[in-house]
């Protein structure tokens, strides 16, 4: 007799909790947009490179706002862009480069030539063994925060994040790698190892065989629009033809230089609603979606960033 | 007395070693430059789908050309995509959204407005069961073509390569995948799964979350550039704010129909030159690189394509 009672038992309540409305699952967006006060951190002006573009055929402004790297990645080119960026050495050059799904790249188009070339202001040098640091606490193989097993073939390094996408070297070494959006280092033949006078935003698909090979400063945090929609270059690797072909560069800042600059927040790799933010990234539950993925890469796992909603007092 | 003779022997060897040059490795651009022609698969016309755009602000032609998926992958909507192309539905419609770092996306604009919705020709059903098929021989977990685990969770499915690039679930059923430049099928909620009439290509870092949530049905071939380099949309999910922000398609045909269409073709996934262009895409030892990444992931690895060096006689 358990049986039928425990049907009815089911059926009596049935219409109790179709009465409660179905929640739906909260999709990335939503997760982030609930995250804490606490759990955004803002970006320190200098940390900030503010690209002014030419203005479009239609005299509309083009700004592009790229945040640093952090220490203990990359510094010694961050440190060039910082000198680079005070002396104002990029104003008046150009965007020199758009190749469809990999890169944009501006810098001295004149860079090549000893003669013709912009005088740089005194760089440190840098050094190809910098593309690398020892792993912080924390991270690899035994982090938290471990995604997607880039490697197919060697099983050697994890995918972490460290307030940026990182990757992992069975908890030895450390490094940066190439998203949508990531700022790089254009550099000759090795052992040249680029000064930052010249660089380069990812607008494609995630080029990691990058990683390693040159150095990540940076990521666009906003206007990335300006140089992804930039015509393609027609040359070889997305080299524009003509001069008349190249974008001009108007200025680039740091940050502290810009008057009425917003105040930018990143949310915290290491904050609970990141994690949460991750997993519905790597699963999507909310109602658009019928099968999760089971995983996502790093790079599908963009870190939100967001201007801060009322000016700092 | 053996060992020192054998090291004098290495002496004496050295120097006729040194004369020889040394031969840089192939770069994966080097490798398919040098394939067989047998290794080489001409795309059947009607397996292409040729998107006229409006000419750009300077008069030029925007031509993209997407190759249809192959059997058994997503046939219901290539079903209705060669209907709809042959009744010349898609003449005078338009682009109607684009999302950086995502997708854009064409189709009807008043596709929702059931009042003024352009009227379909008879279309197949479709289902979301369609998403994936039963994996074909030789793919899966023992399959020869193996590369990156994409699941960092679940360690549950395997990306390959059967002309396309494929997701499979321990050999019971594989998927095509979403990378840069896959044409995919739009659609409204879950069970609607889309006719084929709303179309986008991917103009990002690959979206696998979209994976067996939507059918992926083609890539574009030649011409992305005028997709992904066109104005953003300022709306929630990068849909134009005004018509006059849309561009506009001329005609959408099917190969066949296409006077003068060049032939095309691709490169066999099976073929030796293939597997050598992957091992180099995943491990780049060209000059350039310093430290090869030790895998890639399938989206990394596009399907070489090319023109037809002369006409077929």
Partial sequence: MKAPLMLAAALLAAPALAAEPVKPAPSPGEIVAG??????????PD?????????????????????????????????????????????????????DNYVVQWGDPDGEDAAKAKPLPPLVPTHESHYTVPAPAGLGKNGQSRFVNF???????DDVFAGWPVATDQEEA???????????????????????????????HAPRHLDRNIAVVGRVIEGIEHLSTLPRGTEALGFY???????????????????????????STDSASFA????????????????????????????????LPTPEK
């Avoid at 490697?151 to 390094?157: I, Q």
Wanted: net charge positive.
């Fill in 241 to 267: 033809r003509t001069p008349e072909e190249r974008t001009a560069i108007a200025s680039i800042r740091l940050g502290g230089e810009v008057p009425g600059l917003p105040v930018y927040q990143h949310l």
């Fill in 151 to 157: 490697s197919g073939y060697t099983d050697a390094f």
């Fill in 174 to 204: 450390a490094w940066p790698v190439h998203c949508y959006g990531s700022v790089g280092v254009g550099r000759g033949m090795s052992p040249d190892a680029g000064t930052g006078a010249e660089l380069y935003t990812v607008i494609g």
């Fill in 35 to 44: 995250a804490l006060a606490g759990e955004w951190i803002t970006i320190a």
């Fill in 47 to 99: 940390d900030l490179l503010v690209m002014e573009l030419a203005p479009d055929a239609k005299g509309r402004a083009r700004r592009v706002v790229i945040q640093l790297i952090s220490p203990p990645f990359s510094q010694p080119w961050v440190a060039n862009i910082r000198t680079l960026a005070r002396s104002h050495w990029w104003d008046g050059l150009a965007i020199v480069r758009a190749q």
């Fill in 276 to 307: 949460r933010y991750a997993d519905a990234r790597a699963n999507r539950r909310d109602p658009f979606f019928i099968m999760p993925a089971g995983g996502a890469d790093v790079c599908n796992i963009p870190v939100p960033v967001r201007r």
